[in-house]
Each structure stands twice: as C-alpha cells, then as structure tokens.
C-alpha cells in the first residue's frame, strides 16, 4: 500500500477488479474492513473499466492486504429470443430459413447454444463476432455451440439456414423447430411456402396460434417472392410444439419462358437466283439458352446480332437435330431485345419464265406477329401470289443499283475488315409483303410462290395463243365446210394440236399469255359442240 511520509493519520480505499480473463481473488486482510463499491468516490469509479469484485477502507500503518490471480467465473448473461423462420417446401427438401433476435437484459454472452432436429442438414451459421460453431449429437436431436469472438451484450440477431432431404415422396411432414437454450423467454412465427406445384394443408397444431399474413415481420417477407400459405406464431413452454403438414403433389404444365412479339422478315431475290433474307426477331427472354431456327437444308449464314453485339451461331446436334438446326445464344431480360439473323439461299436462276418460292424459318418460340417483305427484280410480269399468309399490299420499288453486285460488296468489304457483317438489304423491284398472327404454330412453313414470265416469253406467249387460234378456227372451218359430213383426220388434229398449243401457253406462261389462249379454247369448245350437235341431227334428217 501506497502511504506519504511525515503524515499523522492516513485513510485509504482499495478496490479489487475482475477482467476477462484474470480476477485478483483476497487471500487475508488486517486492519482492514471490507465496504460496498458504491462507497468509492465518483471521479475514481467512472474511470474503471473492468468489474469492481471487492473494495477494503482502512486506517493506520498496520493495514495489509495479500490476493491471488484467479480465473473469473464466467456467468451466462440473461436473454429473451426471438425465432422466426421461414419453411420452404420442394419437390423433394424442406428448406429453413430462421432469423434469431437476442435481446440481453443483464450481462453478457459469449456463447449461444441451439438445439435442433437431428435429421436438419445445417447449411450455414452467420451473425455478429462469431468464430465458430460445433456441431454435436444429443440423442436424436444435435446441438450447435456458436461462439463469439467478443462478449455481446444488447441486442444481435443471428440467422441460420438448414434442410431436410424428403426423397421418400411422402405426403405427410412435420415442421422442425429451432429452440435456444438458456433464454428466459422464447417467441416464434413461422411462415410456410411452396416452390413447386404443391399443395400444402395444416394437419396437427399444437401449442400454435394462427397469424395473419400482414402481421408477419418485413425482414420474413422479403425472404421470397412466393406466396405464404400458412402462417403460425408461438411462445415456448414445457409442452413440445407441434405443427403437421400434408402435401399433394400435382403434375406441372410446361409454360412459355420465352416468346418473340414480333418477327420481321425482308427477302430479296436476285436474277442468278440468289436469296437473301433477313430476319429480326424482338424476343422476351427469362430462362431459354438458346434460340433454335429451322433453315433451309442448304442455307449459309452471313451474321448473327443479339441485343446489337455479333454472335457465333451453332448448328445444333441430338437425333432431333434437322440438317440446318441453328442455335443463336440468348441473354434474360424481362423487356424486348432484337435478335437480328443474314443468311443466304442459293437457287435457280430466273429465266424467261418460271416460279419463285420460299419458306420462312421455323422458331422454337411462339411467334405473336410475323411480318413478311419479298423484293422481286423488276421487269418480269408477275401472277398473284400463292401463299398460307395474308398478302398485305405489293408496289413497286425504284431500283438505285444491282442487288446481287450490292450484296457482294457488302460481303467482301465485312471479310476484308474482319468484322461481323452488319448489313442492310437493298429494297428494290416489286415489293409484295405478307403477314399473319402466330404462323409458326401451323402444320406448315409459312411459305408463298410466285409464277413469272419476263417480256421476251410474253410476246413469245402472244404468237403461241394467235397460233392456237387460227389451228383451232382453221380446223373447224374444215370441218364445217365438209358435205357430206364425212371424217377428216387432218382437221381433227389441227383442232387438238390448237388446244394442246394453248393449254401448254396458259400453264407454262401464265398471265401472260391466258387471254388468247383461254379465248381460243372458248372458240373451240363452242364451235365443236355446235359441229357435233350438227352431225347428229344431220344423220337423223338423211
């Protein structure tokens, strides 16, 4: 003990603290009387930060104090806790998801020990200052010690998530409960939800109050985006807790997670019989890979673009792979994004006369709007369209330059800059455009023909269809000039060869030439029947 020298009468106090980890325990005091902490002046005693454990006052020289360092005791703090939990019920798990609120009234706590179901797969343990945590087997339950790297006092919420494998299909399951051990006072909500198609009933409760969905806390809620089915709250007693659930499961129905609101297709055909198309597709994506298009067999494609940014498409394997199956990557995005495609189809070229076709690609989604432009060289004469779409309107579009040396610039100057092509078809010639509502839902491609005779097979038409009429006139008149009726051989088959020449200018030409030769034909037929009509009556006058 500290004492000043040269004085009479000395008087002092003595305080002894309990850290952490060490305590200074009293042994044997003289002259010495042992008084409560409060009798220690204020200035002195706001300064302490550890625990006063025992304070002496004491008067004269004869006073003596020995101590010894001990371990302090560690005490438990007094605690209340508040469990909510959130059930997930799949397929085959049930998932848990708990939020544990401590509230410490007095004290602190190191530790915190819970007990749960010894069938729980414990996923994982966060909250404040934690260090570890151990897992060990109490019977058929299992404890878990959750240690702190610091004293905890106030209040700290620990969360925790497990789950149980239910690979046995039943349909009966009870809920597993969390229980905190050491705490004075133990509330619980509990809120159950489905992640499949299931549906969930109550069967036993015991020791639960019912709770309405709007009385559960914020933080519970915003665990899910689901429905809650059930909601349930309780306060923890002697008599075990107990809420049951039956399950019936119900067979899913696959739903569109993707779908194209509208597909715009340009089409330009040139003279060498080249066919190039582009196609625009404006997709609504959530959880599809990939975009499947059915091609053509002997399709090539120039470029590929998702959301403005170049793709490597993919020709697709598997045994129901067609032969030009081609895959395009997709991205999610709740709103519309262009997915743009180029490629070309070689053909026939176009000759004097003959037929231009095509077929559109087939998507893997549902197709809402598609949007049709066919660009045909202008020049030759045109029929009406043959197709399983709606024609919309056809004009004419002012050629500027030739579609095919256009296309082959674009193509070259892409590959010499060894970028991705980014290109714009030339819209020229005869424009026919075509639409309908969900046509990649029929039995067959959207599709449409096209029969064309150019100008040099029209007029070459014209003299046919003038030919099969004087064949067909110049045999009747042979015919009707005979007397007696008597069979000509040669002007039967002027009026045959007549009909035969006429018939060949309507199917193989077309507009062009049906006119004259379909006037022919009506002259013919006429003038037979009538030169039939005649012969029979003039048999029986003879």
């Known amino acids: 003990l500290l004492r000043a ?111 749960l179901p010894g069938d729980l797969n414990l996923l994982g343990v966060n909250g404040p200052s934690i260090r570890n945590h151990a897992i060990s087997p109490d019977g ?16 700290f919420r620990i969360e925790l998530n497990y789950e149980r494998i239910m690979l046995d299909g039943s349909a009966e399951t009870e809920v597993p409960w969390v229980e905190v051990e050491g705490a004075d006072v133990e509330h619980g909500r509990v809120a159950i939800e489905a992640l499949a198609a299931l549906e969930v009933q109550p069967g036993r409760v015991e020791q639960l109050s019912s709770l309405e969905i709007n009385e559960l806390p914020r933080q519970l809620i915003l665990k899910t985006t689901n429905p809650i089915l059930l909601a349930y709250k309780y306060v923890r007693t002697e008599q075990p807790i107990l809420l049951g659930l039956t399950i019936t499961r119900h067979e899913e129905i696959d739903v569109q997670v993707a779908a194209i609101d509208a597909a715009r297709y340009q089409t330009l055909y040139t003279r060498d019989g080249l066919a190039v198309t582009r196609a625009v597709y404006n997709v609504r994506n959530s959880r599809r890979q990939f975009l499947r298009l059915s091609l053509p067999a002997d399709a090539t494609i120039w470029s590929a673009f998702v959301n403005g940014r170049p793709q490597k498409p993919a ?48 998507p893997d989604m549902i197709v809402t709007h598609t949007d049709w432009e066919v660009f045909v060289p202008h020049g030759p004469r045109y029929a009406r369209p043959e197709s399983n779409m709606d024609l919309i309107a056809h004009a004419v579009v002012a050629a500027v330059k030739d579609a095919s040396l256009d296309l082959l610039r674009a ?80 002007a039967y088959g002027l009026v045959g060869l007549g009909a035969i020449i006429a018939l060949v200018a309507i199917g193989r030409l077309g507009a062009a030439a049906g006119p004259p030769s379909a006037l022919a034909l009506g002259i013919g037929l006429l003038l037979g029947a009538t030169l039939i009509a005649r012969r029979v009556f003039g048999r029986k006058k003879g």
Not at 333 to 351: H, K, N, Q, R
Not at 474 to 480: D, E, F, N, S, Y
């Open 5 to 115: 020298s040269g004085v009479a009468r000395q008087n002092g106090m003595l305080a002894l603290l309990s850290g952490p980890d060490l305590a200074l325990a009293p042994e044997a005091h003289t002259e010495m009387a042992e008084v409560g902490e409060n009798q220690l002046p204020a200035f002195f005693r706001n300064q302490l930060s550890h625990t006063v454990s025992h304070t002496y006052k004491y008067h004269g020289e004869g006073a003596r104090l020995s101590v010894r360092p001990v371990t302090p005791e560690r005490r438990q703090g007094k605690f209340n806790a508040q469990i909510d939990t959130l059930i997930s019920i799949g397929e085959v798990t049930l998932k848990g998801a708990v939020s544990i609120e401590a509230d410490v009234k007095s004290g602190v706590l190191r530790e915190l020990t819970l007990t």
């Open 140 to 155: 058929e339950a299992q404890r878990v010690v959750i240690e702190f790297t610091q004293e905890l006092d106030g209040q």
């Open 315 to 362: 020709f697709a394997g598997g045994e129901d792979a067609g032969p030009r199956d081609v895959l395009i990557k997709m991205v999610n995005s709740s709103t519309a994004f262009p997915v743009e495609l180029i490629y070309a189809t070689p053909g026939e070229a176009m000759d004097h006369f003959g037929t231009v076709s095509g077929r559109l690609p087939r």
């Open 411 to 490: 193509g070259a100057g892409g590959i010499a800059g060894g970028e991705p092509l980014k290109l714009d078809l030339p819209t020229q010639g005869l424009k026919f455009r075509f639409a309908k509502l969900y046509a990649n839902q029929a039995a067959e491609d959207a599709h449409f023909s096209l029969r064309y005779v150019d100008e040099s097979a029209r007029l070459a038409g014209a003299w046919l269809s003038l030919l099969a009429v004087v064949m067909v006139w110049g045999g009747i008149v042979l015919l009707a000039r005979a007397r007696p009726p008597q069979r000509n051989p040669f």
